[in-house]
């Protein structure tokens, strides 16, 4: 902690920085629980994209076994030319949207290959958007999750240095001026006390001349 001046002007920062971080914490706090929320929210739809993905890949491979001619589909008849992605904002942190994909298909022989290829082709490009989809929610989670680290710090900055830190200052200065105000009292009464001594003794000192005047 750094020396502070034992000063009214000092106490009157204090006392604005208290109110300061006072008036931002509850911002702060409302902002983390936001962004966990969110957070939150976008891992479970993830998660579920990512399920849509697996029971997809269940369903193709069962349906290419139906046909018997799992060597004819190639996965990289389906390339991914584009991903078109949007722009979001939660907490005022700026996100990427998902909002599709464009797809380049390989040429193939129509005569050669199967009649369900095309078939084939289009779920594969669906399990590549479900693929890039959670691609891009794992990136919001990352952003959100680095603005929810820094935000988390400085909540607990301001909950357990800043604020303590200015009540412990500004209690400090508040003794310190009351001291010295009753030391002052104390001073100035004291030098009151002698300054009517000093009088009295001077009034005293001219009646015993008086009284001597008198006699002769």
Do not use: C, H
């Not at 629980?33 to 993830?46: D, F, G, N, W, Y």
Request: glycine share 4%.
């Amino acid at each position: 902690m750094a020396k502070i001046k034992l000063t009214k002007n000092e106490q009157k920062v204090q006392k604005d920085a208290l109110k300061m971080y006072q008036r931002y914490l509850p911002t702060l706090t409302l902002k983390k629980q936001q962004l966990q929320s969110e957070i939150r929210t976008i891992e479970i739809k993830a998660k579920e994209v990512r399920q849509q993905r697996v029971e997809l890949e269940k369903e193709f491979q069962v349906w290419i076994a139906v046909f018997g001619e799992e060597e004819a589909f190639k996965p990289e008849m389906v390339t991914v030319r584009n991903i078109r992605k949007g722009v979001g904002n939660i907490a005022g942190v700026t996100i990427p949207v998902y909002e599709g994909a464009d797809f380049s298909r390989g040429d193939y022989d129509l005569y050669s290959t199967p009649l369900w290829i095309d078939m084939a082709a289009d779920r594969m490009e669906k399990a590549l958007s479900l693929d890039l989809e959670a691609d891009v929610l794992d990136e919001q989670v990352r952003l959100l999750s680095k603005e929810l680290r820094t935000t988390s710090q400085r909540v607990n900055l301001f909950e357990k240095v800043k604020i303590p830190e200015a009540k412990s200052n500004i209690k400090k200065i508040s003794v310190y001026l009351g001291d010295q105000q009753v030391s002052e009292v104390v001073r100035s009464k004291i030098s009151k006390k002698k300054i009517d001594q000093r009088n009295a003794a001077a009034l005293l000192a001219q009646a015993e001349l008086a009284g001597k005047g008198a006699e002769k």
